[in-house]
Nanobody, 122 residues
Framework: QAQLVESGGGSVQAGGSLRLSCAAA????????MGWFRQTSGKEREFVALTRWSRDSTLYADSVLGRFTISRDSAANTVHLQMNNLKAEDTAVYYC???????????????WGQGTRVTVAS
């Protein structure tokens, strides 16, 4: 089962961009769904974006649609989240996760990374 390690977080001014990466150590099955979630202090972890591992099928939260892009690099066993036009409200810890359902519910994901922090200054 693949372990997940996120990277690419940091601090940026509003309007800027960051690219998060999620490297999987181990096999990712073709039926897997890879998701990005985020969490701020005192709030529940919320869905950001997901992609099927085996084909181009993606889904985004309304709050990031048109600004964020999820992509996968099968050869590198990595999923990316390109975040453009960042806003202060995007500030959170971002988590990569693996599941088997095309789902926006965190309960359908069973492998999680440790998270990477994104801070957007207004």
């Amino acid at each position: 089962q693949a372990q997940l390690v996120e990277s690419g977080g940091g601090s940026v001014q509003a309007g800027g961009s960051l690219r998060l990466s999620c490297a999987a150590a181990g096999r990712i099955y073709s039926s897997s769904v890879m998701g990005w979630f985020r969490q701020t202090s005192g709030k529940e972890r919320e869905f950001v974006a997901l992609t099927r591992w085996s084909r181009d099928s993606t889904l985004y939260a309304d709050s990031v649609l048109g600004r964020f892009t999820i992509s996968r690099d099968s050869a590198a066993n990595t999923v990316h989240l390109q975040m453009n036009n960042l806003k202060a409200e995007d500030t959170a810890v971002y988590y990569c996760a693996r599941g088997s359902q095309f789902s926006t519910s965190r309960r359908d994901y069973f492998t999680w990374g440790q998270g990477t922090r994104v801070t957007v200054a207004s």
